[in-house]
């Protein structure tokens, strides 16, 4: 099943994706959050499906967030080797998290913000995991029943603030716009394999990041079982699992970044794809 939210921002309603089709399930579903996914939603929406008579949406209409603000964005921070090496970081004994700010959550196909002041906004194609059931110190062998399914994310970041102005990383990665999140959420059984996905990424349509998820250097089930031992994994929590190589920062011969026109696309197989198009920050 894939799931959608469509509509005004703040006044999306649930939907799913049927033969590539969508249609409205606000009848059925209130919304796609902490409720829906930890009280068993999911499955009962796949009974009400096959009988109800569905509302079928206009595919013009705008995508929101594929899922209602979580409690929490928990990121994996340099999980890909050629990532690491592009920027001169050493891999990682084990995974390194950082939060990103749920305000920052926007539509797949909104427009990205340059923040006020930033000179180095830059991007980050990721496979994100949305938890379906409550998840604390979890086995590695049990984590799938603890998954709802898996979403496109864009990590965006901002280098100067995350790297140069003291502290953690979240000051460079929770700015308004930095989360587009979408076009759908695919549940498991929409994913063969979620360790051999392609993701790609280009800006002005030059491929810059084209990697696999075969390339993790931590799985899906390591990393939910490993973060659930340091705090609680809420239904509807976003767990976004690093990038590949490719970002901005790692251009050679010198870094280079986002700038207002530019038009970022990005996918990842069996999860579409999402377009920002950058827009300098304003007063108004």
């Keep these: 099943m894939k799931l959608i939210r469509f509509g005004e921002a703040g006044a999306e309603k649930p939907g799913v994706i049927i033969n590539d089709n969508y249609f409205d399930v606000s009848a059925l579903v209130k919304d796609y959050n902490e409720e829906f996914f930890g009280g068993g939603g999911l499955e009962k929406l796949k009974k009400d499906i096959e009988t109800a008579d569905l509302p079928q949406v206009d595919k013009g209409v705008r995508l929101g967030p594929a899922l209602a603000r979580p409690s929490k964005i928990i990121c994996v921070g340099l999980n890909y080797k050629d990532h690491a090496a592009e920027t001169n970081a050493p891999i990682p004994s084990e995974p390194i998290l950082f939060f ?5 959550i926007v539509g ?3 427009d990205l913000i340059i923040p006020k002041n930033s000179k180095k906004t830059d991007w980050e194609v990721e496979l994100a995991i949305v938890i379906g059931k409550k998840a604390s110190y979890v086995s590695e062998e049990n984590t799938l029943e603890h998954i709802a399914g ?3 994310h864009n ?3 901002e280098r100067e603030f995350q790297i140069e102005r003291n502290g953690q990383w979240v000051k460079g990665k929770s700015c308004d716009t930095f989360a587009p999140i979408g076009p759908f959420i695919a549940t498991q059984d929409e994913i063969a394999d979620v360790h051999n996905l392609r993701l790609w990424l280009t800006v002005n349509g030059k491929t810059l990041q084209d990697g696999n998820t075969s390339n993790l250097i931590f799985n899906v089930p390591f990393m939910i079982s490993y973060i659930s031992q340091f705090m609680t994994l809420l239904p509807g929590d976003v767990i976004t699992t690093g990038t590949p190589a490719g970002v901005g920062l790692g251009q050679k011969p010198e870094p280079w970044y986002l700038k207002a026109g530019d038009v ?10 999402s377009k920002q198009t950058v827009k300098a920050y304003s007063e108004n």
């Design 108 to 110: 797949p196909n909104d």
């Design 100 to 104: 990103k700010a749920t305000s920052a």
């Design 155 to 157: 990590d965006y970041s």
């Design 150 to 152: 898996y979403v496109l």
């Design 264 to 273: 970022v696309e990005l996918g990842i197989d069996g999860l579409g794809s």
